[in-house]
DNA sequence: TGTCATTCAATGACGTGTCATATAAGTTGA
DNA sequence: TCAACTTATATGACACGTCATTGAATGACA
């Protein structure tokens, strides 16, 4: 039943598990305190941030992601709330956004991803 | 401002949240279907189910899980009310309860382990 | 033994994610 | 050009996790 291959794969996933909870965790709350977003809300500004060119994003944006469609537009809805993004409709199909940072949030992005990689860069080593 | 190493470190992260999230998604669903549990209820039977000695269970359970205790106190009402687990209170502490499985809980652990080992080797590989 | 601090577990308010669906725009083909 | 289908995003109901707090039991110590 319990062979030793299934002892290591549990093993194994646990340790993804605690990894990612553990960062994930650390994460968020240090971008809470100094920044007042979320990690979900970072790892967003962090991929329009990342995608320099101005194609119709939401859609390729979630390709890039593990997140739902709908999670990215209730996140997008909160950044875009708190100021730090854009919708913009795009002429070519009307059905699709794409996102740009404001100024805020170029800055804000700035300023947290320094935060993140360090804390990255703790719990990965 | 971005380095090389930077950007790895973020890739490595993406990497670790994207076989984490396929990986929790399918067994979730997987379980959830054949058996009607999630994967967090799962893994408190799988905890309980490990530790054959006798001791006050929730709390030492509590260390080898990134669960919040509080979380685990809802999970573990879910599988009480579903009939798997059963709260029993420590005659040495009064404050303590331990968990042990019923015998649905063990046939039905017995069975998703199954399930949930197969589905890891096929993620984790 | 009485007080004060600590520990274990449960609970309620709340935020965020998911699923199913809605809305609106685009596409296809008779 | 009109249906039927498909695609992009938004939304509402709901489930689950977190935080802060509570209640109860224990420990420490004067």
Known sequence: MATTQDRQLVEQWRSIQSTYFRTAGM???????????????FEILDLVA?????????????ERTPMTQSAMSKVV???ERAGLIS???????RRSLFLELTDAGRELHRRAAVEHRALLKENLA
Do not use: N, V, Y
């Not at 919708?87 to 199909?93: F, K, P, V, W, Y």
């Open 50 to 62: 990342e995608s320099a060119d101005a194609a119709c994003r939401m859609k390729q944006l979630g």
């Open 87 to 93: 919708r913009h409709s795009c002429e070519d199909d």
């Open 77 to 79: 809805d909160r950044l």
């Open 27 to 41: 994460i968020d709350r240090a971008l809470e305190l100094k920044f007042s977003i979320g990690l979900t809300e």
